[in-house]
């Protein structure tokens, strides 16, 4: 049976589509069938020289369910790119690896100067497969369930209008904890620690650990602090139903309206994401090499010379 993966990879970038054909024709030369989401994908890797690529390696087009059967989900991009991925993989069960072509790139896993590398892993299947947590996220008025969605990294509650104060109520399971007036509240998995969470104040979470991280954002309240609560905790978050209006986002792009009087309940999800792996480290030196720590000591950095 041929071997398949499934290409993602903004296109918007000629970098990008650089990257594309690479990695392309690196999987035609090893065998795979290689899927794309659109026909816009499928021209640009088309355009490559005198030889078209899509006359040289197996390419197919699927837009249903483009996930299901492959092996591995293989990633163009920043993180952004590879939350869009993981929509696609988490039903198909599927693993995702990342080539980062973005910033930071903190989920992805290999960079762009080392792709014939990364395919050559995947070809000999040279990697671990990370089980990562995630959110389900119910929106609920009274009785009435508004939506069901879900997130890897965070799901964030947020006003709806910049002018305006969220006024929300904390609760964990079945407790009011703390109600203050906000700029939003983050609810985040041990992997969404390191991204909008962070940057709001939140805790760091080591990924093997479960647990669920709660972040107010600009609260006016005296006990406004990062909560972290056990995977097993229901998470409440009440909108005031004589205040304002928010806004639910899962992971940047999964939006939902907040009417008044909304309540939002985030419990740890029943699908993970899979993560492929080629990093053989622990995690303490992913996360100083992708923010850069200065980990030297003061007796190092002063040492005489």
């Not at 589509?17 to 088309?46: N, S």
Request: hydrophobic share 45%.
């Amino acid at each position: 049976m041929t071997r398949q993966v499934l290409l993602v990879v903004n296109p918007d970038r000629e970098t990008n589509r650089e990257a594309a054909r690479e990695v392309a024709e690196l999987f035609g030369a090893a065998g795979f069938q290689l899927r794309v989401l659109d026909a816009t994908v499928a021209d640009f890797l088309a355009a490559q020289g005198d030889t078209p690529v899509r006359d040289t390696l197996p390419l197919t087009i699927s837009e249903d369910e483009p996930a299901s059967g492959v092996e591995l989900v293989f990633v163009l991009g920043g993180d952004g790119t590879l939350l869009r991925a993981a929509e696609l993989a988490r039903p198909a069960r599927v693993p995702i690896l990342g080539v980062n072509l973005g910033r930071m790139g903190f989920l992805t896993e290999a960079d762009s100067t080392a792709l014939a590398d990364t395919v050559r892993r995947v070809v000999d299947r040279s990697y671990q497969v990370e089980r990562r947590m995630t959110v389900d996220v119910t929106v609920t008025v009274g009785d009435e369930v508004l939506a069901r969605t879900w997130a890897l990294n965070e799901a964030s509650v947020e006003k709806s209008s910049r002018e305006r104060i969220l006024d929300a109520l904390i609760s964990i399971d079945g407790h009011p904890v703390s109600s203050f007036g906000c700029d939003g509240v983050l609810c985040a998995t041990p992997t969404g620690s390191t991204a909008y969470a962070f940057s709001a104040g939140g805790p760091i979470i080591w990924p093997d650990v479960e647990a669920l991280v709660v972040v107010p954002s600009n609260a006016h309240a005296m006990f406004a602090r990062p909560m972290v609560v056990s995977r097993e905790s229901v998470i409440a978050i009440d909108i005031d139903p004589h205040g304002s209006t928010g806004v639910l986002t899962c992971d940047g792009m999964r939006h939902v309206e907040l009417p008044l009087g909304a309540r939002i309940q985030v419990v740890a999800g029943e699908v993970p994401v899979l993560l492929a792996r080629l990093w053989e480290g622990p995690f303490t030196d992913r996360l100083v090499h992708k923010f850069a720590l200065p980990v030297k000591g003061w007796r190092e950095r002063h040492a005489p010379e």
